[in-house]
């Protein structure tokens, strides 16, 4: 903690930006962005099993992933004060035909499980 | 006095940077296969590397034991070309899972919507591309007709999401020095928001190529490019921290110029040797993953990186920017490093039009 002030303290004298967030030559800029890991389990309301298949989505954001044989799903995004997720059948009647879902989380401050259970059509 | 007083306290802040040498930044030289051919690779990367991509539970097994994650840890994707790799998402997560950010430098070529999306789901934070200038120019760089018409979708891609830092970096050459306006237009239509402009060094395939080395009048010319655009706010436009450029110091970056190579920044190459940035000379070499504790050498080795006195030889022994240049950046220091390879200082100086500014 010391060491990080004096650090802090002396690159500020220099009058200088940015010293903290550096990049090298040949490298990236630095990732400093908040962002939240959502993940869960997509199953069969009635039946209580794992659904494959499943397209779940952020709104507004081209992300997403299918869920596995496990119907499950995990993907980073980026953080914000609200996000809407989307779960879609878009796989037509293989491996079942279900409604869509759309789940909204609100205040956001770090990662979610989402367990979600949709209905058969 | 102002100025002064400045360039004290950079040099005691540099100072105490070298004294706490906290690892930020890891290169991962995770593949040197490569889908283009370019003119000025310096790592002389192709479609046959001679060494297979290092597996990702061994590149794994060196990040273990970093027992405590540093402030701003970024781990970096490089190559060859990362893409080529099927596992850059698997190994992404396993970096996520373990607290560490990571991110990655592409030519873009193999940078679809798909790949994109399984990227940014991998927890990937930030990204680089590489354009060498408009279409005629980058795919005669780049060594492929169909180089730049890819690379403009990756752009795109990258550009479209607001979770990725994202920048564009252009080797400037002889090829492409009089496009850099027409450059600067195309990313602010594509909604670019920074560019870093480097030169060659002559290393690996470039040391034989003049096309790709500016001439001192071109330096000059790039210097006041940056300096021109740096003052309007469209791109955040820089000079990349290849090396000191004198006068030009304050005007054509953030910070004033610090080589943080074997100070904050190291790397774990192809062959799990234990190095700084992967262009530097490999002689430099501090141990090897397949037998060493990385974290260990990174604590206890690195001494010519953090001790860079024995760069006082050559141009740089009577020179008297030396305090504030150190010897210039680390990569250009290769064979007997008896000199410096390209003294940026020097371009400006020996410039014909010495008075610009």
């Known amino acids: 903690?010391?060491?990080?002030?004096?650090?802090?303290?002396?690159?500020?004298?220099?009058?200088?930006?940015?010293?903290?967030?550096?990049?090298?030559?040949?490298?990236?800029?630095?990732?400093?962005?908040?962002?939240?890991?959502?993940?869960?389990?997509?199953?069969?309301?009635?039946?209580?099993?794992?659904?494959?298949?499943?397209?779940?989505?952020?709104?507004?954001?081209?992300?997403?992933?299918?869920?596995?044989?496990?119907?499950?799903?995990?993907?980073?995004t980026e953080m914000l004060t609200g996000l809407t997720i989307n779960f879609q059948d878009i796989d037509s009647l293989q491996n079942g035909h279900y409604m869509d879902k759309d789940t909204v989380l609100t205040n956001l401050s770090g990662n979610v499980y989402l367990d979600i259970a949709l209905q058969e059509k | 006095m102002l100025s002064t007083l400045k360039k004290y306290s950079f040099r005691k802040f540099r100072d105490s940077e070298i004294k706490n040498h906290e690892l930020n930044y890891l290169f991962w030289e995770c593949t040197t296969r490569c889908n283009l051919n370019c003119l000025h690779c310096g790592s002389d990367c192709s479609k046959d590397s001679l060494h297979n991509d290092m597996p990702v539970e061994d590149f794994l097994m060196a990040i273990d034991t970093i027992k405590k994650i540093p402030k701003n840890f970024t781990v970096v994707f490089t190559g060859g070309e990362p893409l080529l790799r099927k596992d850059i998402e698997y190994c992404g997560k396993e970096l996520r899972k373990r607290g560490f950010r990571w991110s990655m430098v592409t030519n873009g070529h193999l940078y679809d919507k798909e790949r994109h999306i399984s990227l940014l789901n991998a927890g990937m934070g930030a990204l680089t591309i590489s354009l060498d200038g408009l279409i005629e120019s980058h795919n005669w760089l780049r060594n492929n007709s169909h180089s730049f018409d890819k690379l403009m979708n990756a752009i795109e891609l990258a550009a479209s999401s607001s979770?990725?830092?994202?920048?564009?970096?252009?080797c400037v050459n002889q090829k492409n020095i009089n496009e850099l306006d027409k450059i600067r237009e195309l990313l602010i239509s594509k909604n670019v928001k920074a560019w870093r402009l480097f030169t060659i060094i002559p290393i690996g395939r470039a040391a034989s190529n003049d096309n790709l080395l500016l001439t001192d009048d071109q330096f000059l010319e790039l210097m006041e490019f940056i300096n021109q655009h740096r003052k309007t706010k469209e791109i955040d436009i820089k000079f990349s921290c290849e090396g000191y450029v004198g006068r030009y110091e304050s005007k054509?970056?953030?910070?004033?110029?610090?080589?943080?190579?074997?100070?904050?920044?190291?790397?774990?190459?192809?062959?799990?040797?234990?190095?700084?940035?992967?262009?530097?000379?490999?002689?430099?070499?501090?141990?090897?993953?397949?037998?060493?504790?990385?974290?260990?050498?990174?604590?206890?080795?690195?001494?010519?990186?953090?001790?860079?006195?024995?760069?006082?030889?050559?141009?740089?022994?009577?020179?008297?920017?030396?305090?504030?240049?150190?010897g210039n950046g680390f990569h250009n220091w290769h064979g007997e490093k008896k000199n410096v390879l390209v003294c940026h200082k020097e371009k400006i100086e020996n410039s014909i039009c010495k008075n610009v500014i």
């Open chain 1, 1 to 76: 903690m010391k060491k990080d002030w004096i650090r802090k303290a002396v690159g500020g004298l220099s009058l200088t930006s940015a010293l903290f967030i550096f990049q090298a030559c040949y490298g990236t800029p630095q990732d400093l962005a908040p962002d939240i890991l959502i993940e869960g389990q997509v199953r069969s309301l009635s039946s209580g099993l794992p659904i494959q298949g499943i397209k779940v989505s952020v709104t507004d954001n081209m992300q997403y992933q299918m869920t596995d044989n496990e119907g499950k799903f995990s993907f980073y």
């Open chain 2, 252 to 326: 054509v970056r953030d910070t004033s110029f610090f080589c943080r190579a074997g100070i904050n920044i190291g790397s774990i190459l192809i062959d799990g040797s234990i190095s700084a940035c992967p262009n530097i000379d490999r002689s430099f070499v501090q141990g090897n993953i397949y037998k060493d504790n990385f974290f260990k050498v990174w604590e206890n080795k690195f001494h010519p990186f953090r001790n860079r006195i024995w760069t006082k030889t050559g141009k740089c022994e009577l020179c008297d920017s030396y305090k504030d240049c150190n």
């Open chain 2, 163 to 170: 979770r990725l830092n994202f920048d564009i970096v252009t």
